[in-house]
Nanobody, 125 residues
């Protein structure tokens, strides 16, 4: 599976962005999809995850109520809608995929097999 993340950019605090993660090489319909982010000098942190069906989602506490993860399996694409952005959301955002087992909660980087190249989100104050 090849993953291509896009949609990053520069936005003012309080603004919104929608990230996309398009997959090729294999259908995503059996995969749990996650978004992670990595700020300069910090570790890669979990942001959100969606089950293969889209019926189960998980979020980091820091983004609950502001970010929404969704997927369109027909388009082989996963999205991350980010609202009310804050300067601390500034990071490179990565999408990742793994086989989904019972909609389990996968929040560790090593639990994911496939990774996209990352897209930079910069939030100015």
């Amino acid at each position: 599976v090849q993953l291509q993340a896009s949609g990053g950019g520069l936005v003012q605090a309080g603004g919104s962005l929608r990230l996309s993660c398009a997959a090729s090489g294999r259908t995503l319909s059996s995969y749990a999809m996650g978004w992670f982010r990595q700020a300069p000098g910090k570790e890669r942190d979990f942001v959100a995850q969606i089950s293969w069906s889209g019926g189960v989602t998980y979020y980091a506490d820091s983004v609950k109520g502001r970010f929404t993860i969704s997927r369109d399996n027909a388009k082989n694409t996963v999205y991350l809608q980010m609202n009310d952005l804050k300067p601390e959301d500034t990071a490179v955002y990565y999408c990742a995929a793994r086989i989904d087992v019972d909609s389990h909660y996968y929040y560790r980087t090593y639990e994911y097999i496939y990774w996209g190249q990352g897209t930079l989100v910069t939030v100015s104050s």
